[in-house]
C-alpha cells in the first residue's frame, strides 16, 4: 500500500520583503514543478539532485510541513491542506530528520527531554514516557546518553538522538533530509548502517534527500532525479547507477 504520495504538486515561494510584495514588485520561485511519486509500504527511495533542486521542498511537502500550491499530498491516503484538522497527527506519521543535528536540538533540553518531546506532544503520559526514552536510545545504540546536553554529544551522536526522536511515535515514514551532510566519513558510514537496519531491514519506508550518490545506492531501492524543480528520472537504484 502507499504511505504518502504527491499527485501534480507544484510549490511557489513567493521572495521579497512584505514592502516589496504590497508594491507587487514581488517574485516567485517555483521549487517543484508537476510533481508526482509514491512511497509504498517497506520502500526506500532516495531523491537525489543539485543544491536548488527541490529536493527538500519535495521532502516536506511529503511529510506534511508544507502545503501545495497545487495539486494534493496524500499521507495514508488522506489529504493534507492547510486546513486540514488532523494535520498534527498525519505529521506524526512521518519522522523527520534534518541536515544539522545541533540546530534541531535545544540546547538548554537534555538528550530524554528532547526524545520525549513528541510523546509529550502526543499526550503519553509520564510513566509511559521514560521506558520508551531508553527504548530509543537503545534502537540507535546510545544507552546511558539520557541526562546529557546536546554541547556534550559528538555530530554523529546528536543525528543519532535526531533519529531517535524522529522514531518516537513509530512513523511508517522516515524522511533523512541530507542526514549525514554534515558528518565525516566514518561516522557518516556507522550512521548509515542504522539506517539501513532501520529502513530495509525493518521494513520501514524511507525517504533519502542525498546529494551524495554512493547514499542513494547504498539505502534505496529506487532513486528519482530532481533538476530545478522537476523530477527528470527515476527507476530503481541499482539499474540507475550501472549505467554506462
Ligand atoms: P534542494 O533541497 O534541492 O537544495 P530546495 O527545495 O531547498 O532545494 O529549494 C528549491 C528552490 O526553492 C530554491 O531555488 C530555493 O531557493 C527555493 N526555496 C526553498 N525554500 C524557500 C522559501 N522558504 N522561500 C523562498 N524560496 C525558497
Ligand atoms: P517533566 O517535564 O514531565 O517533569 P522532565 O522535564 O524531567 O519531565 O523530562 C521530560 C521527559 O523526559 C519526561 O517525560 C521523561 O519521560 C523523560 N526523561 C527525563 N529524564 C529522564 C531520564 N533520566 N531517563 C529517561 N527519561 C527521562
Request: glycine residues 10%.
Amino acid at each position: 500500500s502507499i504511505v504518502a504520495e504527491l499527485e501534480n504538486v507544484t510549490k511557489r515561494y513567493r521572495d521579497g520583503s512584505i514592502v516589496s510584495r504590497l508594491l507587487g514588485h514581488g517574485t516567485t520561485t517555483d521549487a517543484l514543478i508537476d510533481a508526482s511519486l509514491a512511497l509504498r509500504t517497506g520502500e526506500c527511495v532516495a531523491l537525489v539532485g543539485r543544491s536548488g533542486a527541490g529536493k527538500t521542498t519535495a521532502a516536506r511537502l511529503i511529510a506534511g510541513l508544507e502545503t501545495p500550491s497545487s495539486g494534493t499530498v496524500q499521507i495514508h491516503g488522506e489529504s493534507v491542506g492547510p486546513v486540514t484538522e488532523r494535520r498534527q497527527e498525519l505529521q506524526a506519521a512521518v519522522g523527520y530528520v534534518f541536515q544539522s543535528p545541533r540546530s534541531s536540538l535545544d540546547p538548554r533540553r537534555t538528550v530524554a527531554q528532547s526524545i520525549a518531546e513528541p510523546l509529550f506532544g502526543a499526550g503519553w503520559e509520564r510513566p509511559c514516557r521514560q521506558p520508551r526514552v531508553m527504548e530509543l536510545l537503545k534502537q540507535v545504540g546510545l544507552e546511558g546518553y539520557q541526562n546529557r546536553y546536546p554541547r556534550e554529544l559528538s555530530g554523529g551522536e546528536a543525528q543519532r538522538i535526531a533519529v531517535a526522536r524522529a522514531l518516537a511515535l513509530e512513523p511508517e515514514l522516515l524522511v533523512l533530509d541530507e542526514a549525514t551532510s554534515a558528518l565525516d566519513t566514518v561516522t557518516t558510514h556507522r550512521l548509515c548502517s542504522l539506517f539501513e537496519r532501520l529502513g530495509r531491514r525493518d521494513g520501514r519506508s524511507m525517504l533519502i534527500v542525498t546529494h551524495d550518490f554512493d547514499i542513494a545506492r547504498r539505502l534505496s531501492d529506487r532513486t528519482l532525479v530532481l533538476a530545478d524543480g522537476r523530477i527528470v528520472d527515476g527507476g530503481s537504484t541499482n539499474a540507475l547507477f550501472t549505467e554506462p
